[in-house]
């Protein structure tokens, strides 16, 4: 029987603007068993403020990785759940405690990461478009909105209570997000040369594959295959006249 590996998750947060916001979500992640944190653009955040309200968790302040985008932070990750507090179009919504199990089998072999946008707005859809699955907490209509460490408390517990219940099944690993990105761009590339993406739909094009590819996880041997017909396409056009 398997439980839920902890060590297994990555905390993302997408441009935090509050100092004492990043303090309490460190404090919540010391609470839950989990040590990874990831900070992209924040503000500055090591602040007497944020320090106080780490209490005792300013280990994981201090350990915080710092990326510039989210794609590079999610380039060691095989799995990734972002978070929204309204529904998007097209994409499908779990709250915690239905992905909980799941995630539970994923964590055995994969690293999952859990992404958090701003405080005021939320993550962009093109940020939404890097998850395989996003996650909403239910609240109460008149006042959706959490604040962040709230949030990343209520995901955290939820999964938490995972490494109390035994599942009999792990999933297999997955491809990482620093070889999802290379398919992707290679699979553009190959498109574009046989005309398949119209001038000025480049974007939106990536946004339908994207989420295409995110319906069923990736494993590498997937990735190979996939890149394999690329490099085939990519013989076959220059040898072509297009």
Known sequence: ????????????????????????????????GVNSLCLIRPCPFLTKEAISRASKAEDILYRAKLFSSLEDALSNCQYVVTTTARRRYKIPLLTPREIAPFLSAMSQENRIALVFGPERSGLKNEELALGHISVTIPTDASYPSLNLAQAVGIVLYELFLQTKCGISQKFPRLATGAQL???????????????????????????????????????????QVIRGICRQIDWYTSKTDF
């Open 181 to 223: 990105s290379a398919m992707y761009k290679h699979l553009m590339e190959v498109l574009d040369k046989i005309g398949f993406v119209q001038k000025g739909q480049e974007e939106h094009t990536l946004l339908v594959i994207r989420r295409l590819f995110s319906k069923i996880p990736l494993e590498e041997k997937d990735i």
């Open 1 to 32: 029987m398997y439980t839920f590996n902890l060590s297994s998750l990555e905390i993302i947060l997408v441009e935090p603007q509050i100092p004492g916001n990043v303090g309490a979500v460190a404090r919540v992640l010391k609470n839950f």
